[in-house]
């Protein structure tokens, strides 16, 4: 099973599972209530993983109003997991609504928002504690002294960003190597087939300052599974996608339809469903760490796990590659190979980089 072979995270000696588990839908409260489950359905997706080997668990402290937190303190406990599991929280979104320090990045918030994650998960530090989207506000100088500091204090073991541009999170890193602060280890968002923006810039400042990514949304919240169809009023098929509309917030467009039946082809021939082809390809682009898949029964998480059981062979890669490629735009069209040999190496053999995994993945420990 490929979930008990372990990959580090970023450049630290933190060893996780490829496959996280994502628990926004733990809990049926606030936010993400329309599709929470009780603590008895998260009980079985979270021993199901477990079972399987995984150790690398997801969450924050918003997500459905702070129950995920709780439930998955409770499931821990119970199954007396807390030093094998590398616990994952994140901080930013208000707890508070028209408290102006109950939220952001600040200090102030930061520091409260680790006492009270730790008071809901029912343990005495965080493995890694994740900025969860940039405030705008915030000197990044403040957020990576206060990483420091909670992790001098023993309250967190590693640092993390999430959702920030990446200029913002290159300054962070190099303020924390400038300084000696505790570097960030890893970067979470989004990507998957349906969309791949990160490659512009985030995949290559991660590779090239030690920050593993972890994919959030690697089936596109359900679509790259096949169970939808295209129809009047947009998709339609049985899950949480029916009513919500693109991740984008636009209709599904004719690119997302033929990408899927490319997805579809390509799982036929390998005898595999199309979530596992599309989780497998996020988790083995170049700078992934891991793909934190969602699921919402143990019959979905049990249909995934096999995802990276096998290789998908180059040439089945490239087409699913072409098939949801995103022409580069503006000033990134200078940094495709076609631009680079003919304005900046004419004439010139230079080849494209072999096609690498992510280095966490070359750095395979069982
Ligand atoms: N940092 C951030 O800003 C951020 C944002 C979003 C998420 N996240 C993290 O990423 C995690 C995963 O996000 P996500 O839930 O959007 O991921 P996802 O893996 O793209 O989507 C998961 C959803 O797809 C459907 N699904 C999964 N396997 C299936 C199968 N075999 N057959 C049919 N349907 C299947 C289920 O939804 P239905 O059954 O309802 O259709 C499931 O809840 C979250 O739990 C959270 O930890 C982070």
Do not use: C
């Amino acid at each position: 099973m490929s979930l008990d072979r372990y990959y580090l995270l970023g450049r630290s000696g933190l060893r996780v599972s490829r496959l996280a588990l994502g628990t926004m839908n733990f809990g049926t409260g606030g936010f993400h209530a329309a599709y929470g489950k009780t603590e008895d359905e998260s009980r079985q997706i979270f021993r199901r993983y477990l079972e399987a080997g995984g150790n690398f668990i997801d969450t924050a402290d918003f997500y459905t109003a702070g129950e995920s937190e709780r439930i998955l303190g409770t499931l821990i406990a119970e199954a007396n997991v807390r030093d094998k599991v590398v616990l994952t929280t994140k901080f930013t979104n208000s707890v508070a609504p028209g408290d102006p320090n109950a939220g952001g990045n600040g200090r102030k918030h930061m520091i409260r928002a680790v006492e009270a994650s730790l008071r809901r998960l029912r343990t005495d530090y965080i493995d890694l504690f994740m900025l969860h989207t940039w405030d705008r506000i915030t000197p990044v100088e403040e957020v990576m002294r206060t990483f420091d500091d909670l992790t001098t204090a023993g309250k967190i073991r590693y640092a993390g960003l999430s959702d920030v541009p990446s200029w913002y999170a290159a300054r962070a890193q190099t303020h924390a190597e400038a300084h000696a602060l505790a570097p960030a280890v890893s970067l979470q968002l989004p990507y998957s087939l349906i969309d791949r923006a990160i490659e512009q810039e985030h995949v290559a400042m991660g590779q090239t300052l030690g920050l593993g990514i972890t994919a959030w949304s690697p089936l596109g919240g359900g679509f790259l599974t096949g169970k939808y169809r295209p129809s009047d009023q947009g998709l339609s098929g049985e899950g949480r996608l029916s009513d919500a509309g693109s991740p984008s917030g636009s209709s599904w467009s004719e690119r997302e339809w033929r990408l899927l039946a490319a997805l579809e082809g390509v799982a036929g021939k390998l005898g595999v469903t199309m979530a596992q082809v599309a989780l497998n390809w996020v988790a083995t682009q170049p700078g992934i760490a891991a793909a934190i898949a969602g699921a919402s029964s143990v019959r979905q998480l049990d249909a995934n796990l096999g995802a990276l059981d096998f290789e998908l062979p180059a040439e089945l890669r490239a087409q699913l590659d072409e098939a949801s490629a995103v022409p580069p735009v503006s000033v990134y069209r200078m940094f495709t190979p076609g631009y680079q040999s003919w304005l900046v190496n004419p004439g010139v053999k230079v080849g494209d980089k072999p096609a690498e995994y992510a280095p966490a993945v070359q750095n395979w420990v069982a």
